[in-house]
């Protein structure tokens, strides 16, 4: 079955320190993926998709088919990065995104 | 602000009850899809419906169900509830049927708690 794991419920780190939060995916076929975030008191977004090969707020994640992985890294973190962050998968036999259990990232000042 | 609306924000109500919860897309777009966010199994899918047809399900009970009409409004219906349904439930929206290919926009959702 498609799954994506995110082993850490929660992460914390001091601000200024390199952040990675962790993601691994079990699919068959060419995996497409993405990271989704839930800054307090908003709503869910989509952080980045690992096909535009972009960086967004200075996040940047890289699949590794060798790996199964697909780690978000930012190598300085800022307090305004606290947030739930949501790894995602695209399903494209059941056409749908499959998520992970979400990790919740708190920087530290 | 996304523009996708969901009501209420908060819901109470005893097991074995049924209650509907409402969500509006974002104008312009035609899927609406509901997630369920709970403590223990983190965002999960539930169904996507793409301009008022089904277009594709996920860890939905039976007890749930779901429709769209025609002005693109959704409902998710929640029937013989059970503790284990306190939750909170996501509505999103994007422009097209396949949820990899447009971004989806989430509403605030809708906390649910069965007593």
């Known amino acids: 079955a498609q799954r994506v794991t995110q082993p850490e419920k929660l992460l914390s780190v001091f601000k200024g320190a390199p952040v990675e939060l962790k993601c691994n995916y079990s699919?068959?076929?060419?995996?497409?993926l993405f990271w989704y975030v839930q800054y307090s008191r908003q709503r869910l977004q989509l952080l980045l998709r690992?096909?535009s090969r972009e960086s967004i707020k200075g996040f940047t994640a890289d699949l590794n088919k060798g790996e199964t992985s697909f780690h978000l890294k930012k190598p300085f973190a800022q307090e305004e990065d606290s947030a739930m962050y949501y790894c995602?998968?695209?399903?494209?036999?059941?056409?749908?995104?499959?998520f992970g259990q979400g990790t919740r990232l708190t920087i530290n000042p | 602000d996304s523009g996708v609306t969901q009501t209420p924000k908060h819901l109470i109500t005893a097991t074995g009850q049924r209650v509907t919860l409402r969500c509006s897309p974002r104008?312009?777009?035609?899927?609406v899809y509901w997630y369920q966010q709970s403590l223990d199994q983190g965002l999960q899918f539930l169904i996507q419906?793409?301009?008022?047809?089904?277009?594709a399900k996920g860890n939905i009970l039976e007890r749930f169900s779901a429709q769209q009409f025609p002005d693109l409004h959704s409902e998710l219906n929640l029937s013989s509830l059970e503790l284990g349904d306190s939750a909170l439930y996501f509505c999103a929206s994007s422009v097209g049927a396949d949820p990899w290919a447009d971004e989806q926009f989430f509403g605030p959702g809708t906390r649910l708690t069965v007593l």
């Open positions: 699919y068959s076929g060419s995996p497409e």
């Open positions: 419906y793409y301009n008022g047809e089904e277009r």
């Open positions: 690992h096909i």
């Open positions: 995602a998968l695209r399903d494209q036999g059941a056409q749908k995104l499959v």
């Open positions: 104008s312009g777009d035609l899927s």
